[in-house]
């Protein structure tokens, strides 16, 4: 018999303490205020692999308190906890997901700020079971089973809901020489209070051929039975083909399209990371049929070594409070390790309604030795194709048929020595929405800041930041902060 091993775990305590001055704390178009923010935060990380079970958790008790009797005080819960486990050997496997911040309602309002709350926010908690079984038929069919549950609570101010989905994917690369086949088969139903319930089956055939060892071909048909409109079933015959290339083990493109019931979907990546720099592309259009919003639950679903890579870089940059700051970093960590960060990256947005989405995404990571660089780009248009429920819920599909935002963003770290570093990031945005009255709604938002991290003792990190932000249309605002900080752990 070949014993277990007993795996190895980290975690680690600490408690981080923060003054921000702002001179527009709620963030209005007109009456601003200036106000002073004090956080007292204490956190939790843990994160390891165990014989059969790997995990991370990541939990902060955000407090803020401010200085004025206008502005309310501030806690909350901001958690992220990801785990597997393998139930059966080899063959039973449960995926299990915890989440819950605050999140932005609607971007054509004024977003939150870590230090200060508006009406525009909720805090969202997701939950999330994925049981799967993965076995073999024969000596080359791989089969995998998955049944995923997941639960969205939110505040007042926004949909909540819950989707049951199940999958069966059978495959088999080479069962003719270079000819391969595979099946899959699925079932979704979803059910929110901003939209009415809707379902989507489809079962689908692939033949694949082998062109070179790095080239595939692939051919694929199906049906499709979609209800997103409360009855309203709709039935398409579905085809489609596609590419596969990987010319070297640093570079991958990836070409495939197919006839769906909304019109075309497609899917095309290039990535390539070089000796010092990863740059990678992706434009697709799909269906969106979730309950819930994007987040780093995302994660929890992706390839097993990429969640862990994520969970373990996001739980060493703890320090880093600010959520777009600390995930710009961690993608440029990942990068560097040749770990496709495309699967990590997110829209940024919030909603209960199924939608069709195409969007394009744009990736540049430049490392050097005291330098580093992380640009990023990024297109989307989103089009609601569920019917509204009775409850109206002000988010941004539930009051618009169509979304469309582009972006992007900068960020460069310089080290000034082995312990300080130096930042700057610049991010920009327009997000456009035609109402269901015909109303056209648009915001153009900029951010600027830069900020300078020092370690002041082996447990303890300090920093200092200034952040200007810009918005004009709907959200109409402007925000100077100053923010101290300071990180120990124990």
């Known amino acids: 018999m070949q014993s277990a091993y007993a795996g190895t775990w980290s975690g680690a305590a600490g408690l981080q303490l923060g003054e921000t001055y702002s001179d527009n704390i709620g963030r209005q178009p007109t009456g601003t205020r200036s106000n002073w923010a004090t956080e007292a935060s204490p956190y939790i990380t843990y994160s390891g692999r165990g014989a059969r079970s790997s995990g991370s958790l990541d939990a902060r008790l955000q407090n803020y308190l401010n200085s004025d009797s206008q502005t309310g005080n501030r806690t909350g819960l901001q958690l992220n906890a990801t785990g597997n486990l393998e139930a059966y050997e080899n063959h039973l496997f449960i995926d299990g997901l915890v989440n819950n911040s605050r999140q932005q309602v609607s971007q054509f309002q004024a977003a939150d700020a870590s230090y200060g709350r508006s009406s525009n926010s909720t805090e969202v908690t997701r939950v999330s079971l994925s049981p799967y079984l993965q076995w073999h038929l024969?000596?080359?069919?791989?089969?995998?089973?998955?049944?995923?549950?997941?639960?969205?609570?939110?505040?007042?101010?926004?949909?909540?809901?819950?989707?049951?989905?199940?999958?069966l994917d059978l495959r088999n690369g080479s069962a003719f020489g270079r000819?391969?086949?595979?099946?899959?088969?699925?079932?979704?139903?979803?059910?929110?209070?901003?939209?009415?319930?809707?379902?989507?089956?489809?079962?689908?055939?692939t033949l694949t051929y082998a062109v070179t060892p790095e080239l595939l071909a692939s051919l694929s048909g199906g049906q499709e039975f979609a209800d997103f409109q409360a009855g309203n079933r709709q039935h398409s015959w579905n085809w489609g083909g596609g590419l596969q290339w990987h010319p070297d083990e640093r570079t991958t493109i990836v070409a495939q399209t197919s006839k769906r019931f909304f019109g075309r979907g497609f899917n095309y990546q290039v990535s390539h990371h070089f000796q010092r720099s990863a740059l990678e592309w992706s434009y697709s259009r799909d269906l969106n049929a979730s309950s819930s919003t994007t987040g780093l639950g995302q994660v929890s679903y992706i390839s097993a070594s990429t969640r862990e890579a994520y969970n373990a870089e996001w739980a060493a940059t703890s320090y880093i409070t600010d959520e777009k700051e600390r995930n710009a970093v961690v993608l440029q960590n990942l990068a560097t390790r040749g770990i496709s960060?495309?699967?990590?990256?997110?829209?940024?947005?919030?909603?209960?309604?199924?939608?069709?989405?195409?969007?394009?995404?744009?990736a540049w990571v430049l490392y050097g030795v005291r330098n580093s660089v992380n640009l990023s780009a990024h297109r989307s248009d989103r089009?609601?194709?569920?019917?509204?429920?009775?409850?109206?819920?002000?988010?941004?599909l539930s009051t618009h048929d169509q979304v469309k935002e582009r972006g992007w963003d900068a960020n460069w770290t310089h080290n000034l020595s082995a312990l300080t570093t130096w930042g700057l990031h610049y991010g920009n945005s327009d997000i456009s929405g035609l109402t269901t009255g015909g109303q056209l709604n648009s915001t153009h938002s900029a951010t600027?800041?830069?900020?300078?991290?020092?370690?002041?003792?082996?447990?303890?990190?300090?920093?200092?930041?200034?952040?200007?932000?810009?918005?004009?249309?709907?959200?109409?605002?402007r925000e100077n902060a100053v923010a101290v900080q300071l990180n120990h752990r124990f």
């Open 138 to 167: 024969g000596n080359s069919t791989q089969a995998v089973a998955r049944y995923r549950y997941e639960k969205v609570q939110a505040d007042a101010g926004f949909a909540s809901g819950q989707s049951d989905t199940v999958t």
């Open 448 to 477: 600027i800041g830069t900020s300078l991290n020092t370690q002041l003792a082996p447990s303890t990190t300090g920093s200092v930041g200034y952040t200007h932000t810009r918005s004009t249309g709907t959200a109409d605002y």
């Open 341 to 362: 960060i495309f699967d990590l990256m997110q829209l940024d947005y919030l909603s209960g309604q199924s939608s069709i989405n195409k969007q394009m995404r744009l």
């Open 179 to 205: 000819l391969g086949w595979a099946f899959n088969a699925s079932h979704y139903d979803t059910e929110s209070q901003s939209a009415a319930a809707g379902s989507n089956n489809s079962y689908s055939g």
């Open 383 to 396: 089009q609601a194709i569920s019917q509204r429920g009775i409850v109206q819920i002000g988010d941004d």
